[in-house]
């Protein structure tokens, strides 16, 4: 079983940025998309952004043009770079692991892995 850990979560002001981190115990084709979801209270669900080993990137409609994700050379480590973060961006954030490729990877009801979340709060 894959564990990933995050961290990088935290409080900023509106337009403010944070980078959250994940990195994966181990390397394996349940690692090959690598991503982020998050959940507000009272809110569904919602795909932030992934990226597989062949580098093809996917990202949520309400974070296109301010949040960038890559990988690490090792393809073990992934980062959520936010920009210009907004209070309706505020939600427990959770990385995620599964085979699929980045493109199907934000349309997952189940990954095969799950992290165990990590706050960002954006204040106006």
């Known amino acids: 079983q894959v564990q990933l850990v995050e961290s990088g979560g935290g409080s900023v002001q509106a337009g403010g940025s944070l980078r959250l981190s994940c990195t994966a115990s181990t390397r394996s084709h349940n690692t090959h998309s690598m991503g982020w979801f998050r959940q507000a209270p009272g809110k569904e669900r919602e795909g932030v952004a992934a990226?597989?080993?062949?580098?093809?990137?996917s990202y949520g409609d309400s974070v296109k043009g301010r949040f960038t994700i890559s990988k690490d050379n090792a393809k073990t480590t992934v980062y959520l770079q936010m920009d210009n973060l907004q209070p309706e961006d505020t939600a427990m954030y959770y990385c995620a692991g599964d085979p699929v490729s980045s493109r199907a990877f934000l349309k997952l009801r189940r990954t095969h892995s799950w992290g165990q979340g990590t706050q960002v709060t954006v204040s106006s």
């Open positions: 990226i597989d080993d062949d580098g093809s990137t």
